[in-house]
């Protein structure tokens, strides 16, 4: 059974920066497309990213620009790398996980889950 933990998540300012960890375990990655979703207070999750097995990547265009997800399988591990942080980037970010090689930012898409990191953007 695959197992995701993410860390990384804490109190940063508007403009900011912040990389987000998913470590992996359980089962090796290389067949998963993993994402990255964030749900803020009172709203749904929503997806933020998502790379491919075959390294295909996906933004929602609130992030494009601003994220940069990347894998390693070596490690089993993803990251979200977060830059120009906005206020609205405020939430609880998981990571996710779904065998198969397309990508996707539906959460219905993905059967594997973390608990979630907590990112606050505020001065």
């Known amino acids: 059974q695959l197992q995701l933990v993410e860390s990384g998540g804490t109190l940063v300012q508007p403009g900011g920066s912040l990389r987000l960890s998913c470590a992996a375990s359980?089962?090796?990655?290389?067949?998963?497309?993993l994402g990255w979703f964030r749900q803020a207070p009172g709203k749904e999750r929503e997806g933020v990213s998502c790379?491919?097995?075959?390294?295909?990547?996906k933004y929602a265009d609130s992030v494009k620009g601003r994220f940069t997800i990347s894998r390693d399988d070596a490690t089993n591990t993803v990251y979200l790398q977060m830059n120009s942080l906005k206020p609205e980037d405020t939430a609880v970010y998981y990571c996710?996980?779904?065998?198969?090689?397309?990508?996707?930012?539906?959460?219905?898409?993905?059967?594997?889950w973390g608990q979630g990191t907590q990112v606050t953007v505020s001065s």
């Open positions: 790379v491919s097995s075959v390294s295909v990547i």
């Open positions: 359980g089962l090796a990655l290389n067949d998963y497309t």
């Open positions: 996710a996980a779904r065998r198969d090689w397309r990508t996707s930012l539906r959460n219905e898409d993905f059967t594997s």
